[in-house]
């Protein structure tokens, strides 16, 4: 008659560690696989330029407008001029 198999008990910390460890060499790869090829640095870029744009868009088409913040009276229609230069036609009020 054999002794029956058994493995060592692994404790939650073993565990997670050894899936820390797999998800670094994991990342650490395919960072390596990106590094090698043009196009995936091409790409990579695009996506760090959109994700800055999305992530801060005030540095780059200024303050945001709304309903309640916006310059200039009902209806007007969109203007380069700021709102202490704007004019109104003649005629109007």
């Known amino acids: 008659m054999s002794a029956p198999l058994s493995a060592p008990a ?8 050894a899936r820390t460890r797999l998800r670094v060499r994991n990342a650490r790869d395919l ?7 043009r196009d995936g640095m091409v790409a990579a870029v695009i996506l760090l330029v959109f994700a800055v744009l999305a992530l801060v868009p005030a ?11 916006a310059t200039g009276t ?20």
């Open 10 to 17: 692994l404790t939650p910390d073993a565990v997670r560690g």
């Open 74 to 93: 009902p209806f007007e229609p969109p203007s380069l001029a700021t709102s202490s230069a704007r004019t109104r036609p003649a005629g109007t009020c």
């Open 31 to 37: 960072a390596g696989r990106f590094a090698r090829r």
């Open 59 to 69: 540095l780059f088409v200024g303050p945001l407008e709304t309903v309640t913040t």
